[in-house]
C-alpha cells in the first residue's frame, strides 16, 4: 500500500524568508509521480508542482522548487521569497498505477509579515 | 476555459436522508474523481469514473455510490446520511491520461449532516 507523511502540521515563515515543507512517502512502485498541492481558504486544491520519479533533475516551477530523493522517498518542497499569498493547507501527493492520489496529512503554512 | 465546478457548495441534511452532490468537469476531461476531506481522515479516494465506467474505487461502505452520464459529469450519492459523513467532498477532472497525470480539482461541497 502507499502511504504519504507529512511530518509538520505547522510551518511558519517571515514574509521574503524561504521555507521548506518535508513530506516522505512509501510506495513498492518504481513508476509513479509525485506532486505538492496548494489549499487555500477557498478549498480549491490548487497543483503547485508536479515530479516524476523517473526523472532525476528536481521540478522547480518559479519561487518553488523540490527536493527529490528517490532512494530515501523523500520529496520535499522549498518556498523561496514567501509572499502572503503562499499561506495555505500544503498537501504532499503521490499516484500510480492506480489512478488515485493518496494524501499526506497536510502541513499548514502561516506567512509572517 | 471554464474550471470545475462542483454543486452544491453548500448543503446541511439530517441524518438517515440521501444527498446527491454534481461535478462538471473541464470541458475535454473524460474522467471524474471524488474525494472526501475530513479533519480526522484527510483526504480519502472514493471513486472514479472514466468514459462512464468506474474504473477505481476506495474503501467506503456501500452506501457511497456514483455515476457519470455522457458528458462526463459526474454525481456521487451517500445514502442513509451518518453524522461522520460530515465532510468537504471535492472532485477532480482530468483527461484520464496516465502520463503525465494531471488533475484540476473543484471548489468542493461542504456537506454537514446534524
Known amino acids: 500500500a502507499q502511504t504519504v507523511t507529512q511530518s509538520q502540521p505547522e510551518m511558519s515563515v517571515q514574509e521574503a524568508e524561504t521555507v521548506t515543507l518535508s513530506c516522505t512517502y512509501d510506495?513498492?512502485?518504481?513508476?509513479?509521480?509525485l506532486f505538492w498541492y496548494k489549499q487555500p481558504p477557498s478549498r480549491q486544491m490548487i497543483l503547485v508542482i508536479r515530479q516524476e520519479a523517473y526523472k532525476q533533475q528536481n521540478a522547480t516551477e518559479n519561487r518553488f522548487s523540490v527536493n527529490f530523493q528517490k532512494a530515501a522517498k523523500s520529496f520535499s518542497l522549498k518556498i523561496s521569497d514567501s509572499q502572503l499569498g503562499d499561506a495555505a493547507m500544503y498537501f504532499c501527493a503521490l499516484i500510480q498505477g492506480a489512478q488515485k492520489l493518496v494524501f499526506g496529512q497536510g502541513t499548514r503554512l502561516t506567512i509572517n509579515p | 476555459k471554464a474550471g470545475v465546478t462542483q454543486t452544491p457548495r453548500y448543503l446541511i441534511k439530517t441524518r438517515g436522508q440521501q444527498v446527491t452532490l454534481s461535478c462538471s468537469p473541464i470541458?475535454?476531461?473524460?474522467?471524474v474523481s471524488w474525494y472526501q476531506q475530513t479533519p480526522g481522515q484527510g483526504l480519502q479516494f472514493l471513486f472514479e469514473?472514466?468514459?462512464?465506467?468506474?474504473?477505481n474505487k476506495g474503501n467506503f461502505p456501500g452506501r457511497f455510490s456514483g455515476r457519470q452520464f455522457s458528458n462526463s459529469r459526474s454525481e456521487m450519492n451517500v445514502s442513509t446520511l451518518e453524522l461522520g459523513d460530515s465532510a468537504l467532498y471535492l472532485c477532480a477532472s482530468s483527461s484520464g491520461q496516465m502520463a503525465p497525470p494531471g488533475y484540476t480539482f473543484g471548489s468542493g461541497t461542504r456537506l454537514t449532516v446534524v
Open positions: 510506495t513498492s512502485e518504481s513508476d509513479y509521480y
Open positions: 469514473y472514466f468514459s462512464e465506467t468506474q474504473r
Open positions: 470541458s475535454g476531461h473524460r474522467s
